[in-house]
């Protein structure tokens, strides 16, 4: 087979031959292993091995784009490939190449995902830890570079988060708050002892910023809008102080509320 032409389009190669209508795009490092030039005569051997390697080349192409278009770790990449019909030999070839190039570099994406996980997005060491392990990285890499995770850091991110969460949440108990705020910063991989430790500081910023005896208020007139419009046969106050206490208010106060409605 005859190389027709080879012309660069959109940072790859088209490759043709005078004996074949079919064109092939390739990467320069086909045109580069097969030393195609306009003339180059490839032998039925070499262009069946240059076809095999084109199909090859397009997985490796797509792991490339795969693995720049954002940082991935070395799991990612192989399970990237997993998904196209390429030999083992293969897959290990196109991952050292990556890895030679340090397009793929597990510690390096550690450092960087640690940096901006907990300095931007406010994540907890916990929650930072188990999802790089589920992305492949080994806890020998992990407890290499979290401790750049401060405790210093923690605590603010948690005081930030704690201040944050507060603006949206409606009028409750200051039971079902506390809930509310340790529930939110817990799940965002923070350890429970330095949310309580926060939550203490910050103890009389959440009294402020709730008025529970407006929310007692509200919930006791629509549990007494519910208990009008229904025929239970139990009293209302047998009735409504079981499901005040389940929203985190004290007994005492649903019962003065309760002795104010019966005046």
Known sequence: MKVKNVNFRKKKYSVTFEESDEEFIVSEELILEYRLTRGKI???????????????????????????????????????????????????????????????????????????????????????????????????????????????????????????????????????????LKTYIINKGFDYSDVQQEIEKLKSIITSSINEDEALQRDFEKYLHKYERSTKPQSFKNYVVPKLMQKGYAYQNILKLLEGEER
């Open 42 to 180: 490839l032998e039925d051997a070499s262009f069946k091995a240059f076809k095999d390697s084109v199909h090859q080349d397009k997985h490796r192409q797509k792991l490339l784009y795969y693995a720049t278009y954002k940082p991935r770790t070395i799991k990612e990449a192989k399970t990237y490939l997993n998904k196209y019909d390429v030999p083992e030999v293969s897959k290990n070839k196109y991952i050292d190449q990556l890895l030679k190039t340090h397009v793929l570099n597990d510690e390096l994406y550690t450092r960087n995902y640690i940096e901006e996980y907990s300095q931007f997005r406010m994540i907890g060491p916990n929650k930072i830890k188990f999802d790089l392990i589920k992305k492949g990285i080994s806890k020998k890499i992990i407890n290499q570079y979290l401790p750049s995770y401060t405790h210093k850091l923690i605590q603010e991110n948690i005081k930030k988060l704690i201040l944050k969460k507060l603006k949206s949440i409606k009028n409750k108990s200051m039971k079902k708050v506390i809930i509310s």
